[in-house]
């Protein structure tokens, strides 16, 4: 046995009243969601204006519904397509957990898209301020993942190194911090910078590439540290399914930030 730090047992559980459970996770989904929300609200207010805060208020909603949806047909399809298979009922059973980041963020291009082409706004110049508030929801995700004891990291010898309650005897890499780090506190750091830039602001797009660039970055060097999902392990190369996943945002993030400096930059 390698010397290691013990998890300290949080409770997934953050409320409990009568029979109804209030889990950490989902009280990560609304608070990022809320916090998101209220900072977009100024940040769509900045020259050139992307939206109203009414506008903002509206396309919360829709922003949910793409989370929710898109995350959860993601893990489907991404991760677990065969079991599904054989019981579609569960699919959509988001209280049994199993969601994807990457099938999150297609839901909610979508939802943005068609929320933009409703509303008569540029779907570009809107995700730039939308984006910028997502780490929030990103943090607060990967605390959650390390308060549930789940998607742990590689064994390691490291002096930080963690033993999980479900993980074995191993000391392993407390890797939902590394990732709580990177996807949310540095990403997050990056992207107010470029958002408060006003040469940047009037090239739509910009804000938004950097987005899906910099998450890509940031799930491939984090997943370096996570040990994967039990029933994929490892893909071809010794590549995870994250990885593979993000190479895909990684690449359309560069081409947003290419287009957009090709561009005129356009009038506030």
Known sequence: MLPALMFPMIDPVAVQLGPIA????ALAYIAGIMGGWLLARRLAALPPRAATREQVDDAVT???????????????????PGYYVTAPWEALAVWQGGMSFHGGMLGVILALFWFCRRNRLDPFLFSDRVVSVVPIGLFLGRLANFANGELWG???????????PHAGPEPRHPSQLYQAFLEG???????QVLVRIPSIRHRPGMTAGAFLAGYGIARIVGEMFRQPDAHLGFL?????????LSLPMLAV???????ARRRPPIAA
Not at 22 to 25: A, K, L
Not at 68 to 79: D, K, P, T
Request: with cysteine; aromatic share 20%.
């Open 253 to 259: 993030g560069l081409w947003l930030i290419w287009r």
């Open 22 to 25: 209030i889990r950490w996770y």
């Open 236 to 244: 071809l190369a010794g590549i995870t399914m994250g990885q593979l």
């Open 185 to 191: 506190i540095c990403l997050f750091a990056l992207l």
């Open 62 to 80: 829709w922003v949910t519904l793409g989370i929710i949806l898109g995350g959860r047909l993601g893990y489907v399809l991404f991760y677990r």
């Open 154 to 164: 590689r064994v390691t010898d490291v002096p930080w190194a963690m033993v999980f």
